[in-house]
């Protein structure tokens, strides 16, 4: 099935047929497919045919699907196959039943999301980046729309197609420099700079996602990519308290503490950003985070 054109029930791909698309994008889609003989439904990404000749998009495809099926952590979106089809490659993954946090933020009326879900889904997308850069990952494209959640606050962080090895000793110094990837709202200034891989990078990132989940609006602002990236290099971001007064005082520290310009006066990791998370309430009348913590969220 070729996913440059129309799709109807009838179309199948593999052991697969079509439901419904889910998101059409500019290099590949996302489908909803059944599994024929076990009727389970998945999620199905495909590479588009008019891209899967590219060798660079093939590469990272094919490189987001691998390390989804090689990382296995319940907030990570799991990845079963891959078929390397050279006309146009598919990776199989979990369906998983929501929508991303952008949505959300843009549209809360259409997508909402209960404030009393926040701090769990916050917690599991840190848990998730943490897992990663555990096994030696970074993410590199940290933002809401990487982060999936459902009606019950369950998370998913989705999309490997910029994540990088960690570097470091002789690897590090020869490596040279990596392209300049991300998204520019997001982006951290070593990213900017096209250093190497570091999870204090994602750290940078999920507290600029903390940032606007919490205020509607992202720290920077600009009239042009060139502007953003600079604010990102050297602008002081406003207090969170600025643009929402409900946001209490340790939480404000905390988010503005992940997004300092040098990585060494951010966390050092995203589990010490955890130990001191999971007792901070991110709103003022939001209940004790501790309370819920033999509920095991």
Known sequence: MATDLNTTSDDR?????????????????VMEVLQEGTQRRFALKQLL?????????????SHEARLGMELRHPNLIRVYEFVKDREQPYF?????????????????????????????IIEQAARA???MHSKGWVHRDVKP???????????????????????????RLFSGKVPREGTRTYISPEQIRCESPSP??????????CYELACGRPPFRANSSQELLQKHMSERPLPLTNFN?????????????MIQKKP????????EFLSRFRSVRIFTDDPDPLAGADQGL
């Open 245 to 257: 007064k409900r946001v209490t005082p340790e939480f404000n520290d905390l988010v503005l503490k």
């Open 129 to 131: 980046l943490s897992f």
């Open 145 to 171: 729309e990487n982060i999936l959640f459902n009606k019950s606050g369950e998370v998913r962080v989705i999309d490997y197609a910029l994540a990088k090895r960690v570097t470091g000793g002789f690897t």
């Open 200 to 209: 204090s990078a994602d750290i940078y990132s999920f507290g600029i996602t």
């Open 92 to 120: 199989v993954m979990e369906l998983f039943g929501g929508h991303h946090l952008k949505l959300s933020i843009a549209r809360p009326s259409l997508y909402p999301m209960p404030k009393t879900l926040l701090h769990r």
């Open 13 to 29: 791909i593999g052991g697969y047929r079509y439901i419904r698309t889910i998101h059409p994008g500019h290099t590949s889609v």
């Open 49 to 61: 045919a008019s891209r899967a000749a590219d060798r660079d998009e093939y590469r990272a495809f």
């Open 264 to 271: 060494a006066d951010r966390f050092a990791s995203l589990d």
